[in-house]
């Protein structure tokens, strides 16, 4: 490791080319990388490190996709209440706002996250997108009024805004190759448990009108959680190294992935930093540069998700099924069984289908299922029909979802954008997702209530379509490759 260790020193010293590096460079690497692949001078394959190793790491980051499931799915059932006992009951506006300031709020979030995660590392980050959730969760639970439970939700969703990407990359830097699929999956199960936990918080809240406030005050807890576990955890080894932070990212990585691999890791690590300076990373470069190609297809990615229209579904499903004339309460419990379904089928797929088979596959079921939603609104269906349709197709909806378009697009970007840039990159395409999702929050009833169903579902179902031909045409196969890998590959298909 000291040889691994002296090379990466002394080339860093060195003035060297930024973008192409020197023969000396690359055959410091070469020689140190054969080193690595015998370490016993046997020539044999040590095979893949375990990953018993960085699961409690990645699980303690997952209760940001806990907290983030739960504040998209708290106000589903409770929204109601929620009305009549802040005095906004049928003002459809009023309610969009109680949902889509979270979502405004995670916007600001999401524009800072980069600067956050990049200025003091992704444990500190994950700590500090937790202190304004507990601070915007008692607020919203202990408000009088509106104005309380819109900046409530606004500061929640500042939170919101800086864990997903956050926990994006810190899952894709402390992940084996092998299973960093599956582990990005599994931030969306913990998705998933959350919007389904905070249906069944709300259940009450039909016959207990005050119980909305329980279901705030619940979401405090798992975020206490995430802020002191998070000291336990380990960082990023990929930020120690862009810190210069060597000695500490040899560690890391001895205890993420075990001795046998460090020199390994270390070295794909020198051979994709290039000499690069860590704080060199600028938004031209993502929106001119060669790194204009990787944000394009994360931000059209995000938003063909949002224009799908799922986060509709999961903020007024009670809605849609109130209209339907569905029990809510059963119905949305459904839903989030799809969900936690579609999201256990593609952690066991994501390493082995890849990621463009499942983003391909999910969004076809998506639009397949919008059009049978779009055809029992229509004079086609009989009573019967209507009901089998509309919800049969929603829950269809959820499942495609969750299968792909669901966990697959910030996974894929944490692994195609560069290291130097990649925090950078997710907030900026995070930050389109997020104006996206506002949007939809704030106007899907009105929509809803002007358009009508059916030509609803049609527009939600063209941008799945949409989606289909993009993904076929621009997004590459990351399955098995690390992230070193990935990312010189990119560079050179760009020169």
Request: net charge positive.
């Amino acid at each position: 490791m000291d040889s691994v260790r002296r090379t990466y020193t002394i080339m860093r010293g060195r003035h060297i080319d930024k973008r192409v590096p020197s023969k000396e460079f690359l055959s410091a690497l070469d020689k140190a990388e054969t080193a690595v692949r015998l370490p016993t001078g046997t020539g044999k394959d040590i095979g893949n490190p375990s990953w018993k190793r960085s699961l409690p790491h990645v699980l303690v980051a997952s209760l940001t996709s806990l907290l983030f499931g739960y504040h998209l799915g708290v106000v589903n059932e409770t929204l109601e209440s929620i009305s009549i006992d802040l005095g906004f009951s049928a003002n459809t506006i009023a309610e969009g706002l109680v949902v889509s300031m979270c979502l405004g709020g995670a916007f600001i979030g999401s524009l800072f996250s980069g600067l956050v995660a990049d200025g003091v590392g992704r444990r500190r980050a994950f700590q500090l997108s937790a202190l304004p959730m507990i601070v915007g969760a008692s607020l919203s639970a202990s408000t009088e009024n509106l104005e309380g439970m819109l900046l409530g939700r606004f500061l929640v969703g500042i939170g919101m805004g800086i864990g997903p990407s956050v926990t994006a990359l810190y899952v894709t830097e402390v992940s084996p190759a092998y299973v960093r699929g599956t582990y990005g999956s599994s931030t969306q199960i913990a998705t998933c448990l959350g919007l389904l936990g905070s249906l069944f918080a709300g259940i009450p809240a039909k016959e207990n009108l005050g119980w909305w406030r329980i279901c705030f005050w619940i979401s405090t807890v798992p975020a206490a959680m995430l802020a002191v576990f998070m000291e336990l955890c380990v960082e990023s080894p990929q930020w120690l190294f862009k810190r210069g932070r060597t000695v500490e990212a040899e560690a890391v990585f001895e205890k993420l992935l075990g001795g046998a691999y460090v020199k390994a890791a270390m070295t794909e690590l020198m051979k994709s930093d290039r000499g690069d300076d860590a704080d060199s990373a600028k938004l031209s470069e993502l929106l001119f540069g060669r790194s204009f190609r990787v944000v394009f297809i994360g931000s059209t990615l995000f938003a063909l998700q949002q224009l799908s229209g799922i986060n509709a579904v999961f903020y007024f499903s009670s809605t849609v099924f109130k209209k339907a004339g569905v029990p809510s309460a059963s119905a949305n419990i459904c839903v989030g069984v799809c969900n936690l379904l579609g999201s256990t089928v593609a952690v066991v797929l994501m390493d082995k289908l890849g990621r463009k088979v499942l983003l391909i596959g999910s969004f076809a079921g998506m639009a397949v299922s919008l059009g049978l939603q779009a055809i029992a609104y229509t004079s086609l269906s009989s009573p019967f029909g209507t009901l089998f349709l509309s919800v049969g197709g929603m829950l269809l909806f959820v499942l495609s979802f969750a299968t792909g378009a669901g966990p697959v697009p910030s996974l894929l970007l944490s692994e195609i954008c560069p290291g130097r840039l990649r925090a950078t990159a997710l907030a900026v395409c995070l930050a389109v997702h997020w104006v996206i999702n506002f949007f939809v929050g704030l106007l899907f009833l009105r929509m809803l209530e002007q358009l009508g169903s059916a030509l609803l579902n049609t527009i939600f179902g063209f941008f799945c379509v949409v989606a289909v031909i993009f993904v076929q045409k621009n997004v590459i196969e990351t399955k098995g490759k690390s992230l070193q890998e990935i990312e010189i590959s990119l560079l050179s298909s760009t020169q």
